[in-house]
């Protein structure tokens, strides 16, 4: 199964929005890798409409392909962990590519959630405009790394992007070297050694990177939200050599932000 609700609230990604269509159903816009489509939840699956991408493209960027209720299952236990398994059922790893998964989160640090979508449709809007979608107007898509490379340091002016402009502009004239080096080093360890050694990005952005952008399952962000979970309610360990503890990790972030009793009974009301 699949809740585009639940990956819409989740934090991997900021280029979805909600909207709603003549017959009042809504639906979610939803933008990767320079094109977009419109998708509504159907049951337990989703539907497509509007795509610029062939449905195949959209199948693996969904991740369809892999069986989440096995994997998450190994990792039942009494406790926080067996909440959030339960609740979150229908979440994924959306299979972002890395660029626009590097862009995201470098924009990501010391911010919160409003900002970052303000940061990254400003991005979007300032390089590729917008589109219409029921007579409304969306930010189109996030610009390609030469797009901002020809345009200069300068076109990243004014969008809120503060120091985070110099990591943005760095990455974009570095990122045929980065992803190639990636590429040639197939494996969590050298892939997120690689993102460690770019001008801007630090562990926590490295692993976002290596999870939501490279599909590296075992890779964990540790950000203040799961920091507090893996004290407060896992006894200060996490299953990090456990396979697929990226999805765990995924499941548990989003339970503590989004179910209040679940974040009540666990890390208290603070």
């Keep these: 199964m699949i809740s585009l609700e639940k990956i819409y609230t989740s934090g991997q990604t900021f280029l979805w929005d909600k909207v709603v269509d003549k017959r009042g159903n809504v639906c979610y816009l939803v ?19 509007m795509a610029s991408f062939c449905e195949e493209s959209w199948q ?9 209720e096995t994997i998450v299952g190994a990792f039942r236990q009494k406790g926080i962990v067996d ?9 994924r790893i959306l299979r972002q590519t890395p660029w626009e998964a590097a862009v995201q989160f470098i924009i990501s640090q010391n911010n919160n959630i409003p ?20 007579g409304e107007r969306y930010v189109a898509c996030l610009p ?19 120091y985070r402009a110099k990591y943005l502009f760095n990455l974009a004239v570095n990122w045929e070297k980065i992803i190639a080096q990636i590429w040639a080093e197939d494996s969590y360890e050298n892939h997120f050694k690689t993102l460690c050694g770019v001008y801007g990005i630090g562990a926590k952005v490295a692993n976002c990177v290596c999870l939501f952008g490279l599909h590296d399952v075992d890779a964990v962000p540790i950000d ?3 920091a507090r979970i893996i004290e407060r309610a ?3 360990v996490f299953p990090s050599a456990t396979p697929g503890a990226g999805i ?20 208290g009301s603070d």
Excluded: H
């Design 144 to 162: 390609k790394p030469w797009q901002i490379v020809e345009a200069g340091p300068g076109a990243l002016e004014g969008l809120g992007l503060g």
């Design 234 to 236: 896992m006894g200060g």
């Design 224 to 226: 203040v939200w799961m």
């Design 115 to 134: 900002r970052i979508k303000k940061c990254v449709d400003a991005l979007a809007r300032r390089f590729n405009g917008e589109i219409e979608v029921f």
């Design 248 to 267: 765990l990790q995924q499941y548990l972030f989003w339970a503590v932000k989004n179910c209040p009793e679940i974040k009540e009974k666990y890390l």
């Design 31 to 49: 933008r990767n890798a320079g094109g977009w489509a419109l998708v509504q939840q159907d049951g337990e699956n989703y539907s497509i409409s």
């Design 60 to 68: 693996e960027y969904f991740d369809d392909y892999t069986d989440y």
């Design 83 to 91: 909440d959030a398994v339960k609740a979150g059922a229908g979440l």
